[in-house]
């Protein structure tokens, strides 16, 4: 095999060319290799795509012994080691989907120094066992890939992560590199200091990713929405749609079938053999359109999807950046849309209240939704917004719907007025609960049974509201709610209440810019260029 007939010193480059078959190393990865190589540690932020693999496979081959990646990805473990021995790269994984004979003969291997690289489920490291196997062999490096799910402040925490600080401490020697594709400032930090990476070099990549068009809209019909999307924009282009319950992921599915759209549902309650044909076909065949919760997509490289549509406002601008960076790998255009209204924010606002964790999880995800509902409501360039959020400055971009359709923010305090001064005489009314289709009737002033049963007609805001829709106000009340200035209950009803903020705008102390909606998307420009 190539790998094995490698000369001992081989160099980065030399590995480079004759393993993986490619010319050059891309941005950084020379970089990171070098200080991988030279035995240090190394803490990789690089957006999805970037090519983080080769900054860990490469070393594992240079170095002597056997490079061991620690990785939450159990599906796809056995796609890259499938991967790697097609280039002639000796690896093997120990996850919990293998049975004891399996999983002796990977670990023979590893005693007598026959593998390369090891592939290690993170819970595996919590095993006594597993500890003392690593003991039994040469380790060249230690690759934890995903690092972000280390951080509890992160969008994907996960507890078995925690385990990972046993590496360092136990086999101080060996070179760390953590790598992920998620890491504002705070995430960054916690990275390192829970995996104690304090020696380590950092190495942030430029996450822009210039040929993916940003856009995100109000949400009226979600399903005709995403149709109409793949219908003008993507017939028969490979995508994704994105939807928060497996519920919704059969329905949209469904509906684009009914369509005559190739698509295909992905989500956990799926038994395992479809979720794997779903992805294989996904993967293989031509213009598939996974229709999926955030299940799907972590570690799938497919170079040519050219759309990721939500329908589902994502919990967390990292989220979000994680699943649109699936889209156009390849470097040609490619779309994320999002389909986002007042339902997300009170669904998700509900969530979070009843959430379990302690307050300061809840602050956690607060300022998770908080962020994610900023970039969008931002009247500026969503790329300068969303690469602000990963501490990167920019300037407007020219490719997202901002750009493109510029909105026009409009002086909101008067109607903002008109709704805050409607909750606060709702709410004097005790053991009654009313939320935003209710508000919306009053400023209306519609005569619907339960204004008549309430006496919501004598109101002296009933009817104050005539000059705008009601899919205006919806998008009034969202905005407010979006700024901080009305607030959803938790008692489950999605009744709204005044922040301090909101009494500050109430008594005229703080005026409020809204975004007036364009009337429709833009239609994609990025078509013509590349
Ligand atoms: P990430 O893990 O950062 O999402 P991958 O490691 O999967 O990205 O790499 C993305 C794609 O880019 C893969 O198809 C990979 O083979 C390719 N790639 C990475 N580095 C190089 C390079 N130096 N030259 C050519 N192709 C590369
Ligand atoms: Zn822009």
Same mark, same amino acid.
């Given at each position: 095999s190539p790998a094995a007939a490698l000369p001992g010193a081989a160099t980065p480059l030399a590995v480079l060319h004759d393993v993986f078959g490619y010319e050059s190393f891309r941005g950084n990865q020379a970089a990171i290799i070098d200080q991988v190589v030279g035995g240090g540690d190394a803490l990789v932020l690089m957006p999805t795509g970037g090519g983080k693999s080769l900054c860990y496979q490469v070393p594992a081959l240079v170095r002597d012994g056997v490079g061991i990646v620690v990785s939450p990805l159990i599906a796809l473990m056995q796609d890259q080691v499938d991967a790697l021995e097609a280039v002639g790269v000796r690896a093997a994984f120990l996850n919990s989907t293998q049975d004891p004979d399996q999983r002796r003969a990977v670990e023979a291997a590893f005693r007598s120094g026959e $593998?390369?690289?090891?592939?290690?489920?993170?819970?595996?490291?919590?095993?006594?066992?597993?500890?003392?196997?690593?003991?039994?062999?040469?380790? *060249?490096? &230690?690759?934890?890939?995903?690092?972000?799910?280390?951080?509890?402040?992160?969008?994907?925490?996960?507890?078995?992560?925690?385990? $990972?600080?046993? $590496?360092?401490?136990r086999w101080p020697s060996i070179p760390r590199i953590a790598l992920t594709a998620t890491a504002t400032e705070v995430t960054h930090r916690e990275i390192s200091a829970r995996l104690g990476?304090?020696?380590?070099?950092?190495?942030?990549?430029?996450?822009?990713?210039?040929?993916?068009?940003?856009?995100?809209?109000?949400?009226?019909?979600?399903?005709?929405?995403?149709?109409?999307?793949?219908?003008?924009?993507?017939?028969?282009?490979?995508?994704?749609?994105?939807?928060?319950?497996?519920?919704?992921?059969?329905?949209?599915?469904? %509906?684009?079938?009914?369509?005559?759209? =190739?698509?295909?549902?992905?989500?956990?309650?799926?038994? =395992?053999?479809? !979720?794997?044909?779903?992805?294989?076909? &996904?993967?293989?065949?031509?213009?598939?359109?996974?229709?999926?919760?955030?299940? %799907?997509?972590?570690?799938?490289?497919? @170079?040519?999807?050219?759309?990721?549509?939500?329908?589902?406002?994502?919990?967390?601008?990292?989220?979000?950046?994680?699943?649109?960076?699936?889209?156009?790998?390849?470097?040609? @255009?490619?779309? =994320?849309?999002?389909?986002?209204?007042?339902?997300?924010?009170?669904?998700?606002? !509900?969530?979070?209240?009843?959430?379990?964790?302690?307050?300061?999880?809840?602050?956690?995800?607060?300022?998770?939704? #908080?962020?994610?509902? =900023?970039?969008? /409501?931002?009247?500026?360039?969503?790329?300068?917004?969303?690469?602000?959020? %990963?501490?990167?400055?920019?300037?407007?971009?020219g490719n997202c719907d901002t750009c493109l359709t510029p909105p026009t923010s409009v002086d909101g305090t008067v109607p903002a007025q008109k709704l805050l001064s409607t909750v606060v005489r709702l709410k004097r009314e005790r053991n009654q609960q009313f939320g935003a289709g209710h508000l919306v009737d009053i400023l209306l002033g519609k005569?619907?049974?339960?204004?008549?049963?309430?006496?919501? /007609?004598?109101? *002296?805001? %009933?009817?104050?509201?005539?000059?705008? *829709? #009601?899919?205006?106000?919806?998008?009034?009340?969202?905005?407010?709610i979006a700024q901080g200035l009305l607030a959803v209950s938790p008692d489950g009803f999605g009744t709204l209440m005044l922040t301090d903020d909101g009494a500050a705008v109430l008594s005229g102390t703080r005026p409020v810019r809204l975004r007036r909606e364009a009337p429709r998307a833009p239609r994609s420009s990025s078509r013509s260029r590349g």
């Open positions: $593998l390369d690289m090891l592939y290690l489920a993170p819970e595996r490291l919590k095993l006594e066992s597993t500890k003392q196997l690593l003991d039994q062999g040469t380790i *060249s490096l &230690f690759a934890i890939d995903e690092a972000h799910c280390v951080a509890q402040w992160g969008h994907d925490f996960r507890p078995d992560y925690l385990e $990972l600080s046993v $590496l360092h401490e990476l304090d020696d380590a070099a950092h190495f942030v990549a430029d996450f822009d990713r210039p040929n993916i068009q940003y856009r995100i809209e109000a949400k009226d019909s979600p399903m005709q929405q995403v149709l109409r999307l793949i219908q003008t924009e993507h017939a028969g282009d490979a995508g994704i749609v994105y939807c928060l319950s497996r519920n919704s992921v059969e329905k949209t599915a469904q %509906f684009l079938v009914d369509r005559g759209i =190739a698509a295909l549902p992905y989500h956990a309650g799926l038994d =395992a053999g479809t !979720r794997q044909r779903n992805q294989s076909r &996904f993967l293989r065949e031509d213009g598939i359109v996974m229709v999926a919760t955030v299940a %799907f997509g972590m570690g799938i490289d497919k @170079p040519d999807v050219r759309f990721v549509a939500h329908l589902d406002l994502p919990k967390s601008v990292e989220g979000y950046y994680q699943e649109t960076g699936r889209a156009g790998r390849d470097g040609l @255009p490619a779309t =994320a849309w999002l389909a986002y209204g007042l339902q997300d924010v009170m669904q998700q606002r !509900r969530m979070i209240d009843q959430s379990e964790g302690d307050a300061a999880h809840r602050r956690k995800l607060t300022a998770h939704l #908080d962020a994610m509902l =900023a970039l969008c /409501e931002t009247v500026e360039c969503r790329r300068v917004q969303l690469l602000g959020y %990963f501490g990167q400055a920019s300037t407007a971009c005569s619907t049974p339960r204004m008549q049963q309430n006496g919501h /007609e004598a109101l *002296s805001t %009933f009817g104050i509201g005539k000059d705008l *829709s #009601d899919v205006e106000w919806r998008g009034v009340v969202r905005q407010l």
